[in-house]
């Protein structure tokens, strides 16, 4: 961790501020403002380097940098769906039009693409009007894609064309490392363009920020499939019910989901390894458990267990996202486990539930959606205030602004030395450890 | 159709009646009640022979055949689950106990395998107590399984060695079938053993009966996934959502969730046979669709278009019901498509949503939970009155007896020819056929 | 009943047949065709007067009367708020565009209040594209009143003066005669202007049809009330949970909604009379139930109890509707029971909950959305065809046409003799009589 | 705010520890672990006395204070209904018995009156089979009240009686203060007794805690209130839909499901004065937004403008609780809004509705399950470590230990210069001021 309490001004396009904000709002924020990253102290005190890391705060800044009448502003929805995404556009455009009086709101159609040049699809003008009841459908009015960043020169091309000054992307990983690069080739260019990102990811694994948008209504809505596995599971002799569930590179949305109910008896995540075959082997423990109770629930993240299915070759590929393909862990399990019973013959019913779509699909639950209005009504403060390279975040359940670079630096994953993984581990009974000789 | 007024009367053990019914109840219905199967005339009469065809009614019998105080009862639920199960046995429960005074009911465990005496299930007791709560749930307490059906004299052995006078048999048509076979053998050993069928087909499919307990609640959870799949679809570029539902030789539930959501553009059923490829096949009109509007919502009936991938070896493979197992038109209706449209290098962006545990696994709705009470107390009040290898069914929405051979004679499936069908292109906008060379 | 199989023919506007069905369709239906009315037959036969009464069987007719290039037609929703009349006005608007191409199409806004000279309130033209989405919420996108109906004339002027052919009335009772009205005056000025009634009641007590639009999602959104009023009287000492349902005249929605849930102790209908006081009296009953089980759930019609409420005075009041006012059985069984219970001087702790606005403005479930769907479209189709002063409704579950004169002479009501409403008694375990000295 | 980093030793039993935590636990929490009370930083620097306040960590010790295989612990649940009381009980329960061996768990019936010595309420033993699915339903199983703390002697007594070791609180202010009052009794008469709060306020409105369960699932059930009555003011002219929500002491519920929905135009709390009449009043901009856009949706606490009912008198009284009994605004407003348009002959259609029992007996939606279980096990960690007098909250998103004293000091409220309440303001529309002569 390298960042301090006065790095974050360079998330700024270095111009006079031309303008003072044009409603009458009150509880302005100075850049001087931070919130500390660290709570925890001691009796003796720990005052130390690190209890000096700050974020800089999030807020309407009383002078700012673009004159709302004369600005351009675009939305940007990249990558997969995830609940929330109309509710985090239609606040922007609230948030731009009646608040700042912004009268030019451009939609790209489509994600990147739509700012490719090769592409036929052109930007819709997007009105308050328009998005009104936006945020009561599940999925993004304005389309989304993978990839399309090939070429960022002429993506910036693209935004010069059509004057856009600021430029909201609300993406995912490799979305927002295309966000960085616009910024960086608007600077060279000495473009007036702000860059401000809203991160996307369903997984919840944004290092730096607590929280990101449509996380909670997924592992809510996970829990409908998980009841719906223990329903099977106890509907037949030697029942199992496996459900796979996003989680590409954490086990968030696995672990919250079997914490809410209490009756998944495997959580399988990838931030802890397993072993299948062996005694302290994870097929192992299964049969034990079936043998003890006659029915079983599974919830695996999608990115577990990579290590049984990735060879070299299939390393290398990349969806359009620029993001590893993997393979399916669901239904490599599902075939291990029936083949696993059927050698030791034992009669098992298993059920495999992939709800993943049914669950990305779905509108933004009301906590989600003030918070996604929350998230929005911060971007357009940043965007207005001249800042650029940047997300709005949450902090201590502040909001904050962080480079981009540092969000897109590491993940967040599920420490499994915690106590969140150790109370997963009661509510599910499982072992701590599911690999043979303890090799941890 | 060559039933008539008269010949139900075999449904019934040939004994004298022995009992009054029990309780203060009122509204009882003589075995001269009858419900007449057809309602059309015209205004020249048509009074025929059709036209006299009518159903036993179904309801309390004044005289009862069982001594409630000495008998005893069992409940068996077998195949794959269905929104409701436990409304029944909740349902038969109650009314066993409450208004007739039986004292012994059992639960058989997974089905038919539960009465098979290699297996180790012990039938549980059941007590109001005890299904209380059951209808709050999805599923079976009972368990449940397919096949134990292949020992069908050991199985009676079973029961007589429970001392078991009715068994109520929650099942499908295999179940139901294995229902038919206990009674015929229970005649020739001249046992007092009365054999009364629930029909559980999640798929609407039973002949002479207007409704299966379930099928409103699946059809209705379909509804969900549609949502999930037209979100997606509108979402990506050249979007296609693409739902695999329930229907092995009927596409009822397809139907009916297009209909309730009009967000779908083709429905695919077993009962109307399409091509894939040629000017009139389905992915030329799926080609069509995504030019003209971008996106495309697909339904499709797990029973559909198995000419495209039955084999002669595959045919003969049938599961533990006895059902001949389908491949899965899903998975090569994903990949059909995929395939097509690389090559005429169309990029498209498919979703595939296979709800189906997560709808049969469902509690009943409330309608559903109504239907399920009265077709629990009816089905009791057949067994009482020393009915038998019969089933409780509705007809113009009154509740009827069925002699078991009648109802697994044939299925019911929609009629392409129907204004329901009709009403389904409409609302779809699909073409009514997609054959080429239009081979009706 | 007086009425038989020929008589509907005045249903019809008695002038030539004009055009041909405009599209392809199928499945053409004669108005010789004919749905029976009794279906219950005995074996020593038991042909009579009334087994020949039938109804006229809805459906599309080869030959209609208007022609679909010239008309105009108009669309009305009066009364209190239903679910399910937004998915029955995008029907009625869809199958006039699409099956017949009708492109005039005025939705009357605010009920008859729309048709008043006097009101401000101009008709919107409705097209496809407006409806598209509006059966996914509740409420009516006209919007709808009581009243407006004192000079029938005018309403009348109003319709010659917008050039209206069809006058499709989703309405209650009151909006029904109104709507005969308007097609007796109609015939008077010898106008072509036809009157075709979707019957809106969401109590369900319509004679002559077999169920109204709405019901069904009334009852099941009512379940939850009981469960929260359930719930409450769990959580307390001598706890009650006293829910008010709809219910004017008959008990529909409190009877369907105790029978799919088990948890109400007392369903209280305005067909079944009951005591308060006195030793068979329903307080006493309640108190019994409390010193056994320490909680209750009652469940109150609003029709329930009117005779402890009524003076003569009272009895005269009427709202816009002409509906009679009722006085609140809910807040008067409230402060009753905590009256009674405080002067015997046992704490109770009662919990009322009056869940109406929040169930009527529900959106319509999916099997009630198909409902509406299809009666939107046999209404259009008895239109076209020339009928009048009819409303369209489902016998033995075939869609039917019914004169309004018949189906608002008398309402539709819980038969306290039935089989019905005695497994609503054994549900609840109340007594069947509530009355003190048995005064049936 | 005088509380400072070490000030909370004094939630503590002054005894030496005496055993060793009994499991395989790992992360244990010191005593000198603490948790930053303020997290705003500045770039010059605020270290000031402020920003040295603590609370402490709360967590697993690694010593705990009571013998698990010796000691008896009761749970209390008191005050009105919250979504996640049987959560929290269920998590107690679990932790007691599977982490640290606690065999002898009591609940108390119906709050604080279960342990009158006076009522024949006898304590339930807890065990983990029965609470297993307790968490599915709403309410509490043990069952609730108001009072019956009148003479906290005599609870001590029974108490000691009954050899409880360690209460367990679950209530709000008036339970908890009764909480602290047998901490202190204990502490006096030298008993080995701890007292830990877990906090169950729906109105989220206690100090010093970040959150309290149930909160987000009552908002997120108020937004279906906000649904209906946003359908029935469109489906009117003129149409009112009021919704009156809790919040006796502070509006966040009402906030944060307007927030949530956005349909509604005026949300009234105790937070923030306003006048009825007058040019600047209530009534009149409510006739404004009325006459420009037809319709109007408002959201009123159940604590808002009690200063138009309250009279001394009323002042005095209080429920069993020790609650002030609040006149109802709700009915108040209604009447008062239906007066006034019919003072100035306008005709308006007002909805009421009041959906407080539906929202509080709902059971926990997943993230309230969650914070649930999280709660009950942290203080099942503080009673074990000896800890009394304190209550379970979180700060910064990290658990902590809070004594009772602070807790109840004072209420959190809305802070009408807030970012969140301006967020509101923009959300609905509303004046930031509806008084005249803008008394601020």
Redesign the interface.
Known sequence: MNFE??NLGQCKISSPLITKFPST???FVSD?????YD??????GNENEKSKI?FE?A?PRKMIFYDPARIRVAIITSGG?CPGINNVIRSIVMESH??YGVQNILGI??GF?GLNPATN?EPVELTPHMVRDA?K????IL???RGGTEDMESIVDTLERLYVNILYVIGGDGSLRAAHDVAVIAEKRNLKLSVIGVPKTIDNDVSYI?RTFGF?TA??RA???I???H??A????N?I?LVKLMGRYSGFIAA??A????DVNFVLIPEVLFDLYGENGFLHHLEQRLRRRGHAVICVAEGAGQNFLVTDQVKQERDASGNIKLADIGVYLRDTINKYFKSIEMAV?L?????S??IR??PA???D??FC??LG?YAVHAGMAGKTDMIVGQW???FTHIPIKMVTSKRNQVNP???FW??VL??TGQPANMLNHHQL
Chains 1, 2, 3, 4 share one sequence.
């Not at 001087?32 to 500390?36: A, V």
């Not at 914490?259 to 209490?262: D, E, K, S, Y």
Request: include cysteine; charge should be negative; glycine fraction near 10%.
């Open positions: 309490i006065t709002d009150f509880g001087t403002e931070k919130i500390l709570v925890k102290r001691y009796d003796a700050c705060k807020g769906l009646y608040r159609r489509y693409m699809y945020h459908m599940g999925g993004t389309g989304s894609s607590q909670e592992f809510s829990v409908d499939s009841y719906s596995a329903v099977e106890e509907g037949a002799p029942g019910g919250n989901s914490l809410a109910m209490n019913n059920k495999y539930i992939d709800p779509y049914m699909s779905a639950n009301p906590n959606a003030i209005a929350l009504q201590n359940n502040i030395q915690s106590r150790h109370n009661e509510a």
